[in-house]
């Protein structure tokens, strides 16, 4: 008789190779929804525009030169960075911010750029002024409240280079005919894209955000001659 | 992993012995990944960063050499601290042994380890992988960031990803070790490790030089109770110095991650964790018969 002492209990080959070839069909199906689960997932986490740290390098040069360490991360002291998710839009583990959610608080001494060990966040940028992680857009000019006549000036009043990374201008209100309209514009010479104003705006939704500078601006052609320009120059 | 694996060696040697090499590996890995998360979660800053680059109490920097590599083939020349750090890390597995990374730092070996200890529990089958593989892993993992210039290996990296999740609470780097669990458990035993990581194949290259090799002084001993190839994660490493008495005595195939559980459960105390001299020549047993 068997007891349960016994060193080997007697195995059926047959079976348990049957057994085997059964959990690795389940493990393939599984591993299989697990990867078509997070490819949907990563439909659902993309909103919002994700922006470099201060100091970034362009974007080709920068997947090759972060290591994905997290120091920057870990020496922001007010939690704006993060590394990107597995399936997140960009590169997992590169560090990134979401402006509408912790803008960049421009700090003076710049810690993530001195946390970083491999030139990944150039060191050369020792003014936080110079920083230049995107640029803010007005992209919404149907609902933004200063374009409706209001005088909300949120983005404006918080931005830490007002009057120079953003300034308001004036047009006549065509709508009453008597009015002012007071539009946000931006300064692309200026902005740092610190997103300040895209985390401030009060609407439900940001009418001015901050978009990664190759994503928002044009380029002119090289045979192109601004009269004007070359004039001030001579 | 085997449980059972070391029953007669803890009859045999009492329980610290048969155990002792297993539990301060794994203090060492509960301590590394309490070192990374001291600080986020308690303000206490003893490593900043994770295992690709990091810094020892806001001085030492230490990074990884294989990540800098894959920055160096990308396009990058890593700027100085990054590159001192790379040295660091690097002359200390030189000197001891690369595949101490396996078994005394990373986390994921306490995955692998679950899966192994789960898939002795359920017996199944084994089937030896291919052990030379995993070095066309780590050419693939060069080759990629030569062709992409970017650290492609670095998305699906469980080394980071996991030091991730107890740092950032990143959940995502689950996933990554579930399926590297899947994978050990059913498809092929110690697999991850021992035929596709490609930082376990770049510290084997490492280990090569290694100062620390397992020794076997007392292999005539060995009784064949197979308790060290059930117990050891590259079980193709033991046989030629165990049995082949012609070979000498030392395990210098550059696979053995020196985690020192066949030193363990060996309840004949045939191996022992040693330097890399030669071993001096085996010696000729004369039996005399009366
Ligand atoms: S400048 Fe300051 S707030 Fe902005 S990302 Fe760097 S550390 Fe964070
Ligand atoms: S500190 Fe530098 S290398 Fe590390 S994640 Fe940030 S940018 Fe990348
Ligand atoms: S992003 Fe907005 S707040 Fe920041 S500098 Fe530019 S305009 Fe000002
Ligand atoms: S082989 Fe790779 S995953 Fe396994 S322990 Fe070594 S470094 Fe970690
Ligand atoms: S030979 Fe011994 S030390 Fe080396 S991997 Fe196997 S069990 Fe570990």
Known sequence: ?234 | MNPGVSQKAIQAKGFWRAQRWLLLRRLSQVLVLAMFASGPWLGVWILKGNLSASLLLDTVPLSDPLTLLQSMVAGHWPATMALVGGAIVLAIYLLLGGRLFCSWVCPVNLVTDAASWTRHRLNLPTRPGNPKGRYAVLAGVLLGAAATGSLVWEWVNPITLSIRVITLGSLTGLWMLLAIFLFDLVIRRDGWCGTLCPVGSFYALVNRFGWLKIRLPAREKCDDCMACYKACPEPQVIKIPLKDIGAEPVIRDPACTLCGRCVDVCPENVFEIGSRRKASEPLQTVEIKP
């Open chain 1, 1 to 234: 008789m068997r007891t349960r002492r016994d060193p080997k209990p007697p195995v059926n080959p047959a079976r348990r190779k049957a057994i085997a070839q059964g959990m690795q069909y389940a493990c393939a199906a599984g591993l299989t929804t697990l990867f078509l689960g997070l490819q949907s997932q990563k439909g659902k986490a993309s909103g919002g525009v994700w922006l470099r740290p201060p100091g970034a390098l362009e974007e080709p040069d920068f997947l090759a030169a972060c290591v994905r360490c997290g120091r920057c991360v870990e020496d922001c002291p007010w939690d704006t960075l993060g590394l990107a998710e597995f399936l997140s839009p960009l590169a997992t583990g590169t560090p990134v911010f979401n402006a509408r959610k912790v803008p960049c608080e421009m700090c003076e001494d710049i810690p993530c750029v001195k946390a970083c060990p491999t030139g990944a966040l150039d060191p050369e940028l020792t003014d936080i002024n110079e920083a230049r992680m995107g640029v803010a857009v007005l992209t919404d000019r149907e609902n933004c409240l200063n374009l409706l006549g209001l005088r909300c000036d949120v983005c404006y009043r918080v931005c830490p280079l007002i009057d120079e990374a953003i300034t308001l201008e004036l047009h006549r209100n065509v709508r009453t005919g008597k009015h002012a309209i007071f539009e946000p514009t931006v300064h692309s010479d200026v902005c740092t894209g610190c997103g300040k104003c895209e985390h401030a705006c009060v609407l439900e939704e940001a009418a001015i955000k901050v978009l990664p500078r190759k994503s928002a601006q044009g380029e002119l052609g090289a045979h192109y001659r601004i009269s004007w320009e070359q004039e001030d120059a001579s």
